[in-house]
């Protein structure tokens, strides 16, 4: 699926949270609308074909003047509906930047 069709069906509402997704928000301090917006924003980092998965980095302010990168990993096996599996800040140690993973960490 491209990142078209993704966009398409998140603007038309066809998503839904799953629980990691949800307590990652809580834990590091973001909602379901920056998830959405860095989706809508964003642009795929890495892409998951055998799994019908993608990364997306978008970005979202934390505070009116503190913009922060997002990543949020989408599930596309549903033709019809984005499942948004898991979101979270993206961070050292498991990345250097927001859009270079750190392949040292095991």
């Known amino acids: 699926m491209n990142v078209r069709r993704i966009w398409t069906l998140v603007e038309n509402g066809k998503y839904h949270f799953g629980p990691h997704a ?3 928000g809580l834990e590091e301090g973001f909602e379901k609308e920056h998830c959405i917006g860095a989706i809508l924003g964003g642009r795929v980092l890495e892409n ?3 799994e ?3 990364l997306i980095l978008g970005r979202f ?4 003047d503190v913009l ?3 990543h949020v990993v989408c599930d596309y096996s549903d033709q019809n509906c984005i499942k ?3 979101a979270y800040i993206p961070r050292p140690p498991m990345w250097i930047t927001p859009w270079k993973r750190n392949h040292t960490r095991r």
């Open 68 to 70: 922060c990168h997002l």
């Open 61 to 64: 302010y934390i505070a009116s």
């Open 48 to 50: 998951y074909p055998a």
């Open 84 to 86: 948004i599996v898991t």
């Open 52 to 54: 019908r998965r993608c």
């Open 22 to 24: 949800l307590v990652h």
